[in-house]
């Protein structure tokens, strides 16, 4: 008897959970869909990959929700998993020489398009010049500049310290600016 | 060197305020994730793709539905994409009027074309799954990706049995089903290969050599290039074109 109520117990509250999380996917996926986009974009996907990509991020959302500490703030943890799809995706190498083209149907229908094409020219030398920085520099880099990701919740993806972490970010900084000076020094001198 | 710092902070600033995705892009990836996990793991994404074709069907000037009309039509929608928007399910609807053939890979009448362009490799179409939440969350993220790619590949095999039976309709369909559901798939490569064979048979060989030059500019490297080339000279001989 107090097994079958254990079990009917167990049963109500996992539809709960089941509904709660169901509940969950749907709030995020609603809330925080233009911070996943934006930062699959910023880390350097292009263009015609983006929305493979995004599917691909919600997917391990939905998949590591159970495992999420709701006492952190999500915004670090979607950083990370965006940040290990899109490293995925880079690394393999199937459709390495597809040549790109911009969809513009993934342009917002809420910018000019004068301001569409300033932001997205600033955006390319923005990514030419993230693209120059080493490997874990570029990590701290869009995390924080980028993605509004604060150091301290960059300790556990980076697996270095914190101290690391600022010592990084302030290079990074001279070496973009640096790099973003050249990038535009040679196309006014060409 | 203040002033090269000054112009990089205002650079990331521009960037930052890049284009905000479109909403047809956030109603399609919740169609394809309400595809993936199954319509009981996301019921809330088939309303935001209802909800963002309500929008769109607003801007496109579906207002004189009438603000109401347009609601029902939102909901009604959220309700069958749930259903609908799984692409074997899609396919297997679509394709009742030719179900066995369509499955087969023993394609009569083989074209040259179409045998020189690889199969995908030989899977067995299944019904639409119905998962639930806990066994999707038990599942690997690998495995709901796999089955992503099991279904690219049945929607291909579809379009390859249809050209086979130079069905172009059912191809056509197909391929627009592969290209909805899964625009930058794994196997977009050989979706656009059998675009071109397509593009052959239905408008001739001319077409079909502009269609070849446009997949040869997007994958210049793709190593189905060769065989589309020998086998277009054959289909152009065989015509007479």
Known sequence: MAGSVQSLWVRENTNESTHERVDEFAQIYSTEFDYVWETVRRLGAPTRDQEDLVHDVFLRVHASLGTFDRARPMRPWLFGIAFRVVSEARRSGRNRFEVNRDDSDFISEQVSPEQSTIASDARDKVNAAVARLPGEQRLVFVAHELCDVAIADLVELAGVPLNTLYSRLRLARVAFANALHEILGAEANP | ?241
């Open chain 2, 1 to 241: 060197m203040s002033r090269i710092r000054e112009q990089a902070e205002r650079y990331v600033a521009m960037a930052r305020n890049g284009p905000k995705p479109a909403a047809a892009a956030k109603a399609r990836i919740a169609k394809r994730l309400a595809s993936s996990l199954g319509p009981s793991a996301s019921p809330d994404l088939a309303n935001e793709s209802g909800n963002a074709v309500a929008k769109t069907a607003g801007a496109s000037g579906a207002v004189a539905l009438g603000a109401g009309a347009v609601v029902l039509v939102a909901l009604f929608l959220g309700r069958i994409a749930m259903h609908e928007s799984h692409p074997a399910h899609r396919a297997f609807t679509k394709h009742t009027h030719a179900p066995m053939e369509a499955l087969s890979l023993e394609v009569r009448g083989e074209t040259p074309l179409l045998s020189a362009i690889p199969a995908p490799s030989r899977v067995q179409p299944t019904p639409p799954r119905s998962r639930t939440i806990n066994q999707v969350a038990r599942e690997p993220v690998e495995n709901i990706l796999r089955s992503s790619l099991r279904e690219e590949r049945e929607l291909l095999m579809l379009a390859r049995s249809a050209l086979g039976r130079a069905d172009t309709t059912s191809a056509a369909a197909a391929l627009d089903d592969h290209a909805r559901f899964f625009p930058r798939g794994e196997l977009r490569e050989e979706r656009e290969a059998l675009r071109v064979h397509w593009v052959t048979i239905e408008r001739g060989a001319q077409a079909g050599e502009r269609a070849l030059r446009s997949f040869e500019d997007r994958f210049p490297r793709s190593v189905f290039t060769d065989v589309l080339r020998v086998a277009l000279n054959r289909h152009a001989i065989a015509s007479g074109e």
